[in-house]
C-alpha cells in the first residue's frame, strides 16, 4: 500500500478537517506537538499536528505541521471520482482560495480533468472516468 504524506506550515488541521467536510474524509485522531518533547518545535506550535491521518475512499492523506514547510509544488494528491458532479462539486470547493493549473474539462483520456493547488497548499489531480471511446 503506498499512501501521501503531506507537511503543511501550520494549517494540517484546518485542511484535514476541510476534506473531511467537502471530500467525505473520515479523520482519525490527531496527535499534538504539545505531547512529546521537540526541541525542533517552537513552544507556541504545542496545538499544532504532530500526526493526522484521514481515509479519502480507498486512499490514506496523512499529515504533519512543520514550522519550516513549505506547500507542494511537484507531487499531487490525484483524486479519482464516480460522476461528473462529484468531479465538478469537488473542483469548485478546492479551487475557492486556490490556484488553478489546468481548469476542469473534458480531455482525450478522461470526461473530466483538472489539476490545482487547494489553499492549504496541497497539490491535486481530479479525475473523473477514463474514456473508452
Known amino acids: 500500500r503506498l499512501d ?3 507537511n503543511y ?3 494540517c488541521e484546518d485542511a ?3 476534506y473531511e467536510q467537502h471530500l467525505g474524509g473520515t479523520l482519525g ?3 499534538r506537538h504539545g505531547t512529546v518533547p521537540n526541541p525542533n518545535i517552537p513552544p507556541e506550535w504545542a496545538n499544532k499536528v504532530l500526526h493526522a491521518r484521514i481515509q479519502i475512499g480507498n ?5 504533519a505541521d512543520i514550522p519550516s514547510a ?3 509544488r511537484s507531487a499531487y494528491v490525484t483524486l479519482t471520482v464516480d460522476s461528473v458532479s462529484d468531479a465538478e462539486r469537488i473542483y469548485n470547493v478546492l479551487t475557492d482560495g486556490g490556484e488553478v493549473f489546468v481548469k476542469m474539462q473534458e480531455t482525450f483520456f478522461a470526461k473530466r480533468f483538472g489539476m490545482l493547488r487547494d489553499r492549504f497548499g496541497t ?3 481530479l ?3 477514463v474514456r473508452e471511446d
Open 9 to 11: 506550515p501550520g494549517t
Open 29 to 31: 485522531p490527531i496527535a
Open 59 to 63: 486512499a490514506v492523506l496523512m499529515g
Open 70 to 72: 513549505q506547500a507542494m
Open 123 to 125: 497539490s491535486w489531480m
Open 127 to 129: 479525475l473523473h472516468a
Open 4 to 6: 501521501i504524506y503531506v
Open 16 to 18: 484535514f478537517r476541510f
